[in-house]
């Protein structure tokens, strides 16, 4: 089946210790997104690269970076993770539309980063 | 004003009642609108696309109002797996970007036995 893969499910990294998370799509999508969810709270949206262009949003911190080596694979780095970046982390996948038209999503299982 | 919001709940209701959600957007230009249901520490899936007509799937009914910027879930004939998060979703990011989704932060529904 077509899904959404994301490696490790579960993360544990140490104070300030760089960490990388990953995702992979058998979907074909061209656009990859990365959210960050904490407790009780909603899917916040980090950035997302449509084809191999980078978005970023503006109240990302620089502590966080992304790759996109091919269309398949999208990565997740924190460079120096805090004890406030422990989260959910979730990536996602979609059909690029056009103009304002946006596609539905689909998610993969997340990975649960704990920070020592 | 926040950019999608939503009273979280929690909704209790009893299985087989009919329960409406409603949730506002503040972007004006957001043209996409979905319905996501979100259990316990999984992923968001979706349930449905809100169009401007409105749409059915089934017990679920989704209708979407631009004048004044709200979409309302329906769901008839509650059932007990029908508890989840429902988190309603409008596309456009707080940072600007029109690709991105921004979440309201859930309405909380618990199906009663």
């Known amino acids: 089946d077509a899904m959404v893969i994301q490696n490790p499910r579960y993360q544990v990294t140490q104070f300030g210790k760089p960490v990388t998370l990953s995702c992979s799509q058998t979907?074909?999508?061209?656009?990859m997104y990365w959210y960050q969810q904490k407790s009780s709270q909603a899917p916040k949206l980090l950035f997302h690269y449509y084809d191999k262009d980078f978005n970023n949003e503006a109240d990302t911190p620089d502590n966080f970076q992304s790759r996109r080596p091919n269309t398949s694979f999208c990565f997740l780095d924190i460079r120096s993770p805090g004890l406030g970046d422990a989260a959910m982390y979730l990536c996602a996948t979609s059909r690029g539309g056009t103009g304002l038209i946006l596609r539905e999503q689909y998610f993969g299982p997340g990975t649960r980063l704990t920070v020592t | 004003r926040k950019e999608v919001e939503q009273d979280p709940g929690p909704f209790n209701v009893p299985e087989g009642a009919t329960v409406a959600f409603n949730c506002t957007y503040s972007?004006?230009?957001?043209?996409?609108f979905f319905w996501y249901r979100q259990d316990c520490r999984k992923e968001p899936k979706l349930l449905m696309s809100v169009y401007s007509s409105g749409n059915e799937d089934g017990r679920f009914t989704a209708q979407l109002n631009r004048a004044s910027q709200y979409i309302s879930l329906l769901i008839r004939d509650s059932k007990l797996s029908d508890s989840a998060t429902y988190l309603c979703?409008?596309?456009?990011?707080?940072?600007?970007?029109?690709?991105?989704?921004?979440f309201g932060k859930g309405t909380h529904l618990i199906i009663q036995p």
């Open positions: 972007n004006s230009a957001s043209q996409s």
């Open positions: 979703v409008v596309n456009g990011s707080p940072g600007g970007g029109a690709d991105g989704l921004t």
């Open positions: 979907l074909n999508h061209n656009v």
